[in-house]
């Protein structure tokens, strides 16, 4: 076995909505590796998805103990780690902190009669307050669902934790949230950065069921004898508060200013655009960002990746294990531009911008007895492609210009894919892969441990590897897609009609 490596490092924990991810990096800003471990997701029933916290504990364990194995890190010089985790994601605690039932996903849209009696009733009056407008995305509908359908659960509640901030409840004994994490659960006050009393009030929530709201960086202690046994590392090492794995991962890629805009590749697809300012767009999700007070604007679509997983999985051997991504990426690449025909649209949980319909379901049009496997593949690319460019302009409406565009998220790895967002788009793409939300968390660790004075001075290169790969638009393609995408949208509103047809 190779030597141990002799260097100290801290741990980025990224909790994602399929899988986490345990990262190490080098003090100077070194990546010496990273574990991915997959949970699982349950679907009781149509548009439902929640998962049992337990399986992120033991998923987190696994890849801890699997990253200094495989890398050969020695344990003993980690130093300090942060988490960052998907939004929206509420765990209920009984008064012991046990957990009382699953956990509800940001994708999930049980609550969509919930969201529709807030946007009704009390829609100005939260959009106000919070910054955002309600919908089944977030924590707030949850819970009302939760206090309706189940509540003999609902009277156990005596804490209420964002999914990361249950990861750092378990690791250190200490109820603490960040500002970003706040807003995801439309419980918080924007304009006086703090729990909105009337907003809790409204919802039947106490205040002292709600963490702790303190800055990304803020120290929450050193691991407790459970945070040990989970992770397997020393109870020396200091455990800094994260924020939400979207603002981390455009963090790392290298975004610091107003006007910089980053296009995420993940389960969810999503464009972020920095403002000074919560946007208080209703068709954007507005959070607080890493730096200088900034906020995330972000034109969020609810399957990007997670479609093209689903359908790789139907098609290739109809497993629910993970599917080939390089043979389904191959086929994809032999068929043509347009997919001969063939159009998704990839409406699978609803979709949120530019639509906001939790509703809607996808859709193949066009299928004939001609088309073959790698046409359904090459359309769920291109697809899901058309959706972003459908909800980007949720954000050029703001004033965003999308004139080069950094693509982050695990989607990226497929050049295909990065090629026809740059053929969409009529823009140059950068493919970087060192954006990743575990490694945004490491960063957070670095500055906690006080070797940068401040988040800001975090340079903005320290994580990304180099390996940058870079795409141009083909004009011929381009063209092709302009059309595309008129009837693109032309079938999106007729599928709309269609969805709520009497």
């Known amino acids: 076995m190779a030597a ?33 471990k997959e949970y699982a997701t349950e679907t009781p029933e149509a548009g439902w998805t929640q998962q049992n916290p337990d399986d992120w504990i033991k998923a987190l364990s696994e890849a801890s103990r699997a990253l200094m194995e495989h890398y050969n890190l020695d344990r003993n010089l980690t130093r300090a780690l942060a988490i960052t985790s998907a939004a929206h994601i509420a765990v209920l605690l009984d008064e012991a902190g046990n957990v009382i039932r699953p956990a509800i996903l940001w994708n999930d849209q049980r609550s969509k009669a919930q969201a529709a009696v807030f946007s009704d009733t009390a829609g100005d009056k939260i959009f106000n307050i919070a910054g955002n407008w309600p919908s089944t995305t977030w924590s707030l509908p949850h819970l009302q ?79 407790s004898s459970a945070g040990v046994e989970i992770l397997g590392i020393p109870s020396q090492v200091r455990v800094y508060n994260g924020t939400l794995d979207s603002t981390a991962e455009t963090f790392a890629a290298g975004v610091r200013k107003p006007g910089d805009c980053v296009l995420r590749l993940a389960s969810a697809g999503g464009l972020h655009g920095i403002t000074k300012h919560p946007a208080f767009a209703r068709k954007l999700i507005s959070y607080p960002y890493v730096t200088s007070n900034y906020w995330l604007s972000q034109a969020g679509t609810n399957t990007c990746a997670a479609a093209v997983s689903w359908l790789a999985k139907l098609f290739m051997d109809g497993s629910q294990s993970s599917p080939d991504f390089t043979t389904w990426s191959q086929l994809a690449c032999e068929a043509p531009v347009g997919s001969n025909g063939l159009m998704f649209h990839p409406y699978l949980m609803g979709e949120r911008c530019p639509l906001w319909d939790p509703n809607l379901r996808g859709s193949f049009t066009g299928i004939s007895l001609s088309h073959t496997q790698r046409d359904f593949a090459r359309a769920t690319y291109e697809g899901t492609a058309l959706s972003l460019l459908d909800a980007s302009a949720a954000l050029t409406s703001q004033g965003f210009e999308i004139n080069h565009i950094k693509a982050v998220g695990g989607g990226g790895k497929s050049t295909l894919w990065c090629q026809i967002i740059s053929d969409v788009f009529n823009a140059p793409v950068d493919y970087i892969p060192g954006a990743d939300s575990s490694y945004g968390a490491a960063a957070i660790s670095l500055y906690g441990l006080g ?52």
């Not at 994580?463 to 009837?487: C, D, M, T, V, W």
């Open 145 to 223: 669902w939760v206090k309706e359908n189940d509540p003999e659960s609902w009277g156990k509640v005596h804490h209420i934790l964002l999914s990361k901030d249950y990861i750092g409840y378990r690791l250190t004994g200490k109820m603490v949230t960040d500002p970003a994490a706040a807003v995801s659960t439309l419980l918080y006050d924007v304009n006086h950065t703090c729990w909105s009393s009337d907003l809790c009030s409204m919802a039947g929530i106490k205040l002292t069921q709600l963490p702790a709201i303190a800055p990304i960086g803020y120290e929450l202690g050193t691991l």
């Open 451 to 502: 070797l940068y004075d401040s988040l800001d001075n975090i340079p903005a290169n320290l994580l990304i590897s180099g390996n940058e790969r870079k795409y141009q638009p083909i004009a011929k393609n381009n063209q092709l897609y302009a059309e595309l995408f008129h009837k693109y949208q032309f079938i999106s509103k007729k599928l709309v009609e269609i969805t709520h047809y009497a």
């Open 4 to 36: 141990l490596q002799d260097t100290e490092f801290v741990l980025g924990l990224d909790l994602g909505t399929s899988s986490c991810k345990v990262s190490a990096v080098s003090l100077t800003g070194k990546i010496l590796g990273s574990i991915h």
